[in-house]
């Protein structure tokens, strides 16, 4: 299980600095080439072409990187999910389906920044059923943390495979008097990380989302370019709200999955630290469109949580309510019979 998460927690921090040049077109130096009004590295795998004249002309420039022949790429206006051939199932069932909603969407509501808040929260709201189950699992889990700490007392020690064996089946047992699912907890996070990967390209590869601007900031900007660049000091808040909103969606993610065991609590600790520290540095380089949906899909798990939350709060207290009023009934019966 330890192993799992922190794989998942690895693979998130990849995505977030996008490692590796691979996928980016270089110079003739073998420097990497960027938008310098925005500070957006030219990816070679785009969806279809910039509508912005500069941009344009800087990916024709290069056209020969780019995965497909440039001149036989759409316009973003054009592009439809039968634009270009798929490379590959995650291309044809993730990014393309979800760069086109993203497009249609943003011609819609006249904004592509309002289009990937608005899509960010659709597949959030997908997503609501199996947080709710999630939490359930971490709310189970919490119960059975008295259990769970009697059998690593009583095992304590032991390292035969007799021990282990006997251990790992009264687990199991508590796991089942409990409704608990030893994979519950990791379900979420399977199904969310695709599906972030899948928004990351889809923004990355779609240059029209990069022309547009939100509340007077350019979408393909980054936080470090706006700032040191062109002192638009609105950077300041996009930084802070990711930090802030990424603090609280994973601190609740960490004081609902406890395991018992003090020395993983510890290791799982400092991953979440270490996972503030490094989101709060690759924010600074975090287009302005990806920071949008970062910030408006945890904002979102925030309150989420919150309301659940709420909702379990209500419920136990109305068992606590209900239980000693029907003892209360039985003793009042007995006393008349006495009587």
């Known amino acids: 299980m330890k192993k799992i998460k922190i794989g998942i927690l690895f693979l998130f921090i990849l995505g977030l600095t996008a490692c590796g040049n691979s996928n980016y077109i270089v110079d003739e130096e073998g420097a990497l080439v960027e938008y310098e009004k925005t500070g957006q590295v030219l990816q070679k795998d785009i969806l279809c072409k910039p509508e912005n004249k500069d941009l344009d002309e800087l990916y024709a420039k290069y056209g020969d990187q780019t995965k497909i022949n440039y001149d036989d790429l759409p316009l973003c206006s054009e592009f439809s999910l039968s634009s270009n051939e798929s490379d590959g199932i995650w291309e044809g069932i993730f990014v393309k389906p979800l760069s ?71 687990m199991m047992l508590v796991y089942k008097k409990y409704n608990i699912s030893p994979f519950g907890s990791c379900l979420l996070a399977f199904i969310q990380l695709p599906l972030f990967f899948a928004f990351l390209q889809a923004i990355n590869r779609t240059p029209v989302i990069f022309e547009d601007t939100f509340l007077g900031l350019t979408l393909g900007q980054t936080p470090m370019k706006g700032l040191f660049e062109y002192h638009q000091w609105a950077y300041i808040i996009i930084i802070g709200l990711i930090i802030l909103t990424t603090y609280l969606s994973f601190r609740n993610s960490m004081s609902t999955t406890q395991t018992g065991n003090q020395d993983m609590e510890r290791q799982m600790q400092f991953i979440f630290k270490f996972m503030i520290i490094m989101i709060s540095v690759a924010s600074l380089y975090l287009s302005t469109a990806i920071a949008l949906y970062w910030i408006a899909t945890n904002g979102f798990v925030v309150l989420q949580n919150f309301i659940f939350k709420k909702i379990d709060l209500r419920e136990e207290n109305k068992d606590r309510i209900i239980v000693p009023h029907k003892e209360k009934k039985k003793d009042k019966g007995k006393k008349k019979k006495g009587l």
């Open 100 to 170: 086109f909603l993203i497009l249609k969407l943003g011609y819609l509501v006249n904004s592509f920044g309002l289009s990937v808040i608005l899509i960010g929260l659709a597949i959030r709201l997908i997503l609501l059923p199996i947080s709710r189950k999630t939490m359930k699992q971490s709310s189970n889990m919490k119960k059975a943390q008295p259990e769970i700490a009697r059998l690593e007392k009583k095992y304590a020690g032991k390292t035969d495979n007799e021990a282990m064996l006997q251990k790992s089946q009264e």
